[in-house]
């Protein structure tokens, strides 16, 4: 198979190379992997594998299934070769927007379990068969011109167009797919025709290459249509929040976690009714540290543990960390990956041990390292003070104590934590 060099048949539309190439990380791709909820696919289809990120955490997941990958780029085989460790492996070097890409592949069209794909973002010079590709994937009605079609949108026609019914499909798409007002058509048709079950975002700087706000989105092929899709965000650390639910009609405008999760404390101002948002609500990340109190001395700086929390009594403002726990940023930074750190702003709650609900500080400068006996709390700032009223009031120490569990020594989970209830 002939592929014309790429500089001539695409222009990159954002900042990457010309076949489109960002690399998916780890992390990312196992978020990804792990929001699917197809349970033991046999055919797995990845278009524009690149190095192979998202499948080799696919491999990880689903061990026995078989796996077709593709690209373009004739470089990429040398990264797969440890796929067929895992399971049955067949890789082309093929086009992926090849109308009769099933057929070149050795595969039907309607007969894959799972596709995942991280398209790449540029345009490619407009063919005939295009116009057939968003026919048969049903979207071509979508745009109010189809030559506005980019890859990424031919990409997921060509996965609709391989996947059977109910299959599942795990994407990782750019900003104008999801909150673009010229891609309203494309998100009213995906959720009218297939189930879009969830869309994370991912924050900025999760490619190496390119700052672009950037998501992970899931969808069952003729699942029924959406009803509520599941909206989340992922922090740096690859912590997910608690989802909120939208609406479709609301979905179709944007399926951004941000634009939905400030409109939606803005509607909570003003809706009578509501009594109460839980913390979950309002949280942007809860991460629990990493070092347990074997290690506490093991990596020279030091860390907040149990025993350190001051005293708050009966004070309605929770103290500030000890400030020889604040540590600046370069110090931080310094530190292995997989070591949990507080940031400012954090709100530091006691996981286990005694008393838990006279545990609670806050970093006020820098940021700290914290034992794995933990958790810091990342509120969206316009709520930060509330919870921090609510956790230092009679009925935040009440509520702690009730939903702790253990004899003795109590712990508090991490969905115990974000269920408990602000006043509004
Ligand atoms: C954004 S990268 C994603 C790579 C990998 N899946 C990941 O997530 O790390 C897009 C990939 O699509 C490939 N690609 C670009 N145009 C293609 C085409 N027309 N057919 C097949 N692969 C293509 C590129 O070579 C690149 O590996």
Not at 2 to 16: K, T
Not at 284 to 302: A, D, E, F, M, N
């Amino acid at each position: 198979m002939h592929l014309e060099p790429q500089s001539a048949l695409m222009r990159a539309s954002i900042n990457s190379d010309s076949w489109g190439r960002y690399y998916t990380s780890n992390s990312v791709s196992s978020t990804l992997v792990n929001a699917m909820g197809c349970m033991s696919p046999r055919v797995i289809v990845e278009l524009g594998v690149g190095k192979g990120s998202i499948a080799f955490e696919a491999a990880k997941r689903w061990n026995s299934a078989k796996f077709i990958t593709v690209d373009a780029d004739r470089s990429a085989i040398t990264h797969l070769d440890a796929l067929s460790n895992y399971g049955e492996h067949t890789h082309h070097v093929q086009d992926a927007l090849d109308d009769s890409l099933a057929e070149r592949i050795g595969l039907d069209f309607g007969t894959v379990d799972v596709g995942l794909c991280n398209p790449p973002y540029v345009r490619p010079q407009w063919r005939e068969s295009f116009g057939e590709i968003l026919e048969q994937a049903g979207l071509s009605g979508s745009l109010s011109s189809v030559y506005d079609a980019g890859a990424d949108l031919l990409f997921i026609a060509q996965n609709l167009r391989l996947l059977r019914k109910f299959g599942t499909l795990g994407l990782i798409l750019p900003d104008g797919l999801i909150t673009g007002e010229k891609y309203q058509g494309v998100r009213s048709v995906l959720l009218k025709d297939h189930l879009v079950e969830q869309v994370v975002q991912l924050p900025r700087k999760v490619f190496s290459k390119t700052e672009a706000q950037t998501y992970l989105l899931v969808l069952s092929k003729y699942g029924g249509e959406t009803q509520s899709v599941a909206l989340k965000t992922m922090s740096m650390d690859g912590q997910l929040s608690t989802p909120i639910h939208i609406a479709s009609d609301d979905a179709k405008r944007r399926l951004d976690y941000s634009f939905h999760f400030s409109g939606r404390s803005e509607a909570q101002k003003v809706l009578p009714k509501r009594l109460h948002v839980s913390i979950g609500e309002v949280t942007q990340s809860l991460v629990r540290g990493s070092l347990c109190s074997s290690q506490l001395k093991s990596i020279g700086l030091p860390v907040f543990h149990l025993g350190d929390f001051p005293a708050h009594g009966l004070s309605k403002v929770a103290p500030g960390i000890p400030s020889k726990f604040t540590q600046s940023k370069k110090a931080l930074a310094k530190l292995p990956k997989n070591i949990k750190i507080a940031e400012k702003g954090d709100i530091l709650i006691a996981r286990i041990g005694r008393n838990l609900q006279e545990k609670i500080c806050t970093v006020n400068r820098g940021g700290c390292v914290i034992s794995d006996c933990v958790y810091a709390l990342r509120v969206a700032p316009p709520h930060r003070e509330a919870v921090i009223a609510y956790l230092t009031s009679a009925a935040g120490r009440k509520a702690i104590e009730a939903t702790s569990h253990g004899v003795g020594a109590k712990y508090l989970s991490r969905f115990d934590l974000l269920s408990l209830n602000l006043p509004i």
